[in-house]
C-alpha cells in the first residue's frame, strides 16, 4: 500500500476513533441518569406496590437496559478500530525500515 493511503487511512481511523469515544462519554453520561432513574423507579415501585408504578419501572429498566447494549456495541467498535489503527501504524513502521 502507498505511503500516502496508508497514512490517509490511519488519520480517518484516527478521527473515526475521537469520534466514538466522544460518543461514548455522552453514552456514559446519559446510562449514569437512566440507571439512576431506573433505580429510583424500582424503589418506588417496591414501596407503592401498585400495577402503574411497576409498569413505569420496567420501562425505564428497559431502557437503561438499551442503553447498556449500545454502550457494549460502541465500546467493541472502539475495541476494532482501535485494532485496526495499530495495525496500519505496525505496517506504516515497518515500511520506514
Do not use: C, K, W
Not at 54 to 59: P, V
Not at 70 to 77: E, I, P, V
Amino acid at each position: 500500500m502507498q505511503r500516502f493511503f496508508l497514512e490517509r487511512r490511519i488519520r480517518d481511523l484516527h478521527l473515526r476513533l475521537l469520534r466514538a469515544r466522544e460518543e461514548l462519554a455522552v453514552i456514559d453520561e446519559q446510562l449514569a441518569v437512566v440507571s439512576d432513574a431506573a433505580e429510583d423507579a424500582r424503589i418506588r415501585s417496591l414501596v407503592s406496590e401498585t400495577p402503574l408504578a411497576t409498569h413505569e419501572y420496567g420501562e425505564v429498566r428497559r431502557h437503561a437496559d438499551a442503553m447498556a447494549r449500545a454502550r457494549l456495541a460502541l465500546m467493541a467498535t472502539i475495541e476494532d478500530l482501535q485494532r485496526r489503527r495499530d495495525d496500519l501504524l505496525e505496517r506504516a513502521g515497518n515500511r520506514s525500515r
